[in-house]
């Protein structure tokens, strides 16, 4: 697991490129036979990804949780991109075609990922946050998930926003994940662009073709940055930072925040004026 740090606006702005991408980008999620995740200091979210093969994958608590086992103090997201696969908590499987994704609670002291087809593989997609108390396990595929259809082919932003952890789907402490799905012929997510103080949110994108590259915008609204991003990749927006892109063309990704509370349209929307 690797260690990620915070870091303050003013330091950022002093960042290179290569710096930026050192902090905020992590450049494999999915690795194959592999469980491979980052922990950030930022709300301490840890967020990657489990690519099962021919054998089954067992997430263990390293010295970085500090604890028995992953979830004896931690919530858990998990969204399949990939082939089918299943999740096996503390004997209980739960099959997760792509896009299908699932809550665990706390307490869950057994987490296995296993790929159906090893030529195939699930591409399991974490997300995970520290809880207070324990909810249920909960299944959720795209179908029971909440959709927010928001923007327009004029502005090149239509898209559904697939709510899957969250208030209106099934209950959890503070983490908060879904999915959004870009229309054909359009490329811009979260712009007008926004912050909000008091969650932190990482994105994984997806769906994207060899070529195809998203611009992720970051940083403060007056001091902005870009990374350039490829498939299957992921960024870390701490709560100062916009977070918003730009693609190539159309694309998916997934987004997964913690912090102060679950309130999805609780944010600071930034005046076009104000960008630089």
């Known amino acids: 697991m690797e260690i990620r740090y915070s870091t303050h606006p003013n330091d950022v702005k002093r960042y290179t490129t290569e710096e930026l991408r050192k902090e905020f980008l992590i ?12 922990y950030s200091h930022v709300d301490r979210m840890i967020a990657g990804g489990a690519t099962p093969l021919d054998k089954p994958l067992r997430l263990e608590a390293g010295k970085e949780i500090g604890a028995e086992y992953f979830l004896a103090r931690r919530e858990m997201g998990v969204i399949n991109i990939g082939g089918r696969g299943k999740v096996i908590l503390d004997g209980e499987e739960y099959v997760l075609d792509a896009r299908e994704g699932l809550y665990v609670g706390m307490g869950t002291k057994e987490v296995i ?8 593989p699930a591409k399991f997609y974490i997300n995970s946050a520290p809880a207070h108390t324990s ?10 998930a909440n959709p927010r259809h928001l923007g327009s082919l004029a502005q090149s932003n239509e898209r559904t926003i697939y709510q899957y952890v969250h208030p209106a789907v099934c209950k959890s402490c503070q983490l908060v994940m879904g ?62 930072s ?5 693609g190539t063309s159309n694309y998916s990704f997934i ?4 912090g102060e509370n679950q309130t999805f349209d609780d944010m600071d929307a930034v005046s076009m004026e104000y960008l630089k």
């Open 27 to 38: 450049p494999k999620v999915f690795i194959p036979g592999e469980i491979n995740l980052v």
């Open 113 to 120: 990922f296993e790929s159906e087809n090893p030529e195939k």
């Open 135 to 144: 909810y249920p396990t909960v299944k959720i595929d795209i179908k029971k």
């Open 179 to 240: 999915l959004t799905v870009l229309e054909p012929n359009n490329v811009w997510n979260t712009m007008p662009c926004h912050t909000h103080e008091r969650r932190m949110e990482v994105y994984m994108y997806f769906d994207m073709k060899e070529d195809d590259r998203v611009f992720h915008f970051m940083g403060e609204p007056g001091e902005t940055r870009h990374i350039v991003v490829k498939n299957e990749q992921a960024v870390i927006s701490p709560s100062w």
């Open 242 to 246: 916009i977070h918003s892109g730009v």
């Open 255 to 258: 987004w997964g925040m913690a």
